[in-house]
């Protein structure tokens, strides 16, 4: 926790960065990779990640900061529930794929590990954010 605190105060790289560097060393810490295994994982792994963000980045360009979500009409609230729910079947279904292939290179006690880890890694995070803020 200390260690995440501190790297989200750290200027030099943007905030992404390196909060994409702290979720690497973190599951890796608690999946317990081999050199093997991380060598065939992270691409993969980076590559699911790239597909869920396109997914998220289109969703977030149809609705963005700027969108009206008092919606005028039935018609638009029914396009906004339906775009979201797109994303989230979209969502699992990249997840899905995914866990396929990693069960390919990986143990499935290791692929269970990685799901939780990647949850322990966003209750971190927001922790860590949280405990940013009343510091301020």
């Keep these: 926790m200390l260690c995440l605190s501190m790297a989200l105060h750290a200027q030099p790289e943007s905030k992404r960065e390196k ?13 317990n990779f081999t050199t093997q295994e991380a060598q065939a994982f992270w ?9 869920l963000e396109a997914a ?31 994303l989230k079947q979209k969502e699992f279904e990249l997840y899905k794929e995914y866990y396929e292939k990693f069960k390919k290179i990986l143990p499935i006690k290791k ?3 990685l799901r939780r880890a990647e949850e322990e890694f966003k209750h971190e995070i927001i922790k860590s954010l949280k405990a940013n803020q009343t510091e301020q």
Excluded: C, G, H, W
């Design 19 to 31: 909060i994409e560097a702290l979720r690497v060393s973190y599951i890796t810490q608690k999946v």
């Design 111 to 113: 692929v269970a590990a």
């Design 56 to 86: 998220r980045k289109a969703f977030r360009q149809q609705y963005n900061k700027n969108t009206n979500y008092d919606f005028a009409t039935d018609k638009e609230a029914e396009a906004y529930l339906a775009a979201e729910l797109a």
């Design 43 to 51: 691409p993969l792994y980076n590559e699911m990640s790239d597909r």
